[in-house]
């Protein structure tokens, strides 16, 4: 193709140099032209001023030696030649076309001097002579077309040079190029198909390339994205800090810890953004070292676990001080969880450990004969028991716990809460006459699909406490809503104070210890309804007035 287009080239100049010649001889005639015109003329003018009538031979021969070209006839009006630098005609020239039409330059061959000729004619009235001049039609000729000649054999040697030079230096053109593309090629791992000097093969070349190269840096673009999506969403915060203190990358976990104002916080000095004395030391000095180090770090009542480690990469080394990756991990749940767990043995341990005192001091008064009236055994023999009996419920009911938190699978069916409402009721029948509680209930029979000890047992434990925390003579008043499959039970008792409200599902929490006591209670109660609430998706909420009113309402979400 390269050699194509050289050829098409020198074409090109070849017929350009052509055209110009064909140009340049039209002028060069067209000006010989004219200048034989205004010769003949220049001639005719001469003639005419030194003719007197007689002298046609002095007039003649003077121009004749000047020029040997110019040729002067003098005719008679009526055609006969009476004189002429040339041969004499005997033809009669009254139709020559230069007599015909006086001051008219005529061109034709000339039979008598053998040459194309012009003429030029005028007619002198004083002598009644026709006066001719004619030139031959220039030599200019000749000239023009040794010109012609010596051009197309220049044009030809101009044009085989020219596809010569242009030929070098395309090639030498196409050199760098052609060690581009293969640059290229190298980078892409894109082996090069095609050798030769051919611009358009190349240019195919440089297409494939390309190609290569925008599929590449759409995968890259892909990979960042993908690659901030992870880190956008992972359960951690990340945060990469460089050498000179600028915080390079941090994910949206990280910036939602740290920055209360959520502005960007790329570029800035972690500095700014950490404000903690203690966590800024260990940077500098993993910046320093080869470190790692964990902390806590505590914002918003929130408790996070960081991890420092140093980085190598060489985008994060600043002088003499490496990068820095900080992990952090939002621990507060976990670290509530602890903490629960570590009340819940002090509890337990405590709550067990009362009862068992008791005990022990009763059977020691026994056996070291310290009591030894029937009467007075008979009495810390009952008091044993019913604290053995306290012991065993609250054994119980911790495993009871246990065993909710470890979801194990329990046969579910489709019961009617009108039916466990009406069960427990009657079960507690004793404890209501005793107090004379009277029972309102509002009933919209619906099924719940749920297992049914955990059923009877939320209903059992919510209407004993409003039996066990009402007043004499009061009312519980249950309410059942098919249409939300609602439960409320609300009785006239205490009531339970705001404080407290949110505490009363807590392990052993009691509002008031002794009287919960009194009644055989632990505070583990409510603490197992809320668990076997989480465990069926029954959401469950508490409203109370002191001294007035203390209302559960559960609703049983469909799973
Ligand atoms: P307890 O065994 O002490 O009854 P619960 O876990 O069932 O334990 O209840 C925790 C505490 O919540 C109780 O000690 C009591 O102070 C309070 N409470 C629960 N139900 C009621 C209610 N209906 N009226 C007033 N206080 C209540």
Redesign the pocket.
């Known amino acids: 193709m390269r050699k194509k287009y050289i050829f098409i080239n020198t074409v090109i100049l070849f017929v350009s140099l052509i055209i110009f010649l064909i140009t340049s001889i039209s002028i060069v005639y067209y000006l010989n032209e004219r200048n034989t015109n205004n010769s003949i003329r220049n001639y005719l003018s001469i003639v005419e001023a030194s003719y007197d009538g007689t002298n046609m031979d002095t007039v003649a021969s003077r121009i004749h030696t000047s020029n040997k070209d110019v040729r002067i006839t003098f005719i008679s009006s009526d055609g006969q030649v009476l004189y002429d630098t040339s041969k004499v005609s005997e033809e009669n020239h009254l139709d020559r076309p230069e007599i015909k039409n006086l001051g008219t330059i005529a061109k034709r061959y000339s039979n008598t001097t053998n040459k194309k000729m012009y003429y030029l004619a005028s007619y002198d009235t004083d002598s009644n002579v026709y006066v001719r001049v004619s030139i031959p039609e220039a030599s200019v000729s000749d000239v023009v077309t040794k010109y012609a000649y010596y051009s197309i054999f220049g044009a030809l040697i101009l044009s085989i040079a020219s596809f010569g030079i242009i030929y070098l230096a395309s090639k030498k053109l196409v050199k760098p190029l052609k060690e581009e593309i293969v640059n290229l090629s190298n980078i892409t791992n894109n082996e090069l198909s095609y050798d030769g000097d051919d611009i358009v093969e190349l240019s195919h070349q440089i297409e494939g390339v390309r190609k290569i190269i925008d599929k590449n840096i759409r995968d890259i673009k892909y990979e960042t994205l993908k690659l901030n999506y992870i880190i956008d969403n992972m359960n951690n915060g990340v945060i990469i800090i460089s050498g000179d203190d600028k915080i390079i990358l941090i994910n949206n976990l990280a910036i939602d810890i740290l920055n209360d104002n959520k502005e960007n916080i790329i570029d800035k000095n972690y500095q700014d953004v950490f404000k903690d004395f203690n966590i800024e030391n260990e940077i500098v000095d993993t910046m320093n070292n080869d470190y790692k180090y964990e902390t806590i770090y505590k914002k918003n009542g929130r408790i996070y676990a960081v991890s420092i480690a140093s980085l190598f990469a060489t985008f994060v080394i600043k002088g003499n001080k490496h990068g820095v990756a900080i992990f952090i991990r939002d621990i507060t749940e976990a670290k509530m969880l602890e903490q629960v767990k570590l009340d819940f043995f002090a509890n337990a341990s405590h709550e067990l450990k009362s009862p068992l005192t008791t005990i022990i001091g009763y059977q020691q008064m026994i056996s070291e004969g310290i009591i030894t009236e029937e009467s007075e055994i008979k009495e810390a023999t009952s008091k044993t028991i019913k604290e053995a009996t306290r012991m065993n419920q609250i054994i119980i009911q911790m495993l009871e716990l246990s065993k909710l938190e470890m979801e194990t699978d329990v046969e579910k069916k489709e019961l009617s809460i009108i039916n466990a409402i009406d069960g427990v009721l009657e079960s507690l029948d004793v404890l209501l006459q005793n107090k004379n509680i009277k029972v309102i209930k509002n009933f919209e029979d619906f099924n719940v699909f749920m297992n049914m000890d955990e059923l009877y047992h939320i209903i059992r434990?919510l209407i004993e406490?409003?039996v066990?925390?009402n007043k004499e003579n009061g009312t519980i008043t249950i309410t059942l809503e098919k249409d939300n499959k609602m439960l409320s039970i609300k009785?006239s008792?205490?009531?339970?104070s705001k404080e407290n409200q949110s505490r009363?599902f807590e392990r052993f929490?009691?509002?008031?210890k002794a009287k919960?006591k009194d009644l055989g209670?632990?505070?583990?109660?409510?603490?197992i309804v809320k668990h076997i609430c989480m465990n069926n998706n029954i959401s469950i909420e508490v409203k109370s007035e002191l001294n007035e009113y203390?209302e559960f309402i559960l609703k049983f979400n469909d799973k």
């Open positions: 434990n406490n409003s066990k925390y009785d008792g205490i009531g339970i009363i929490y009691r509002v008031d919960s209670g632990n505070g583990l109660g409510l603490a203390t």
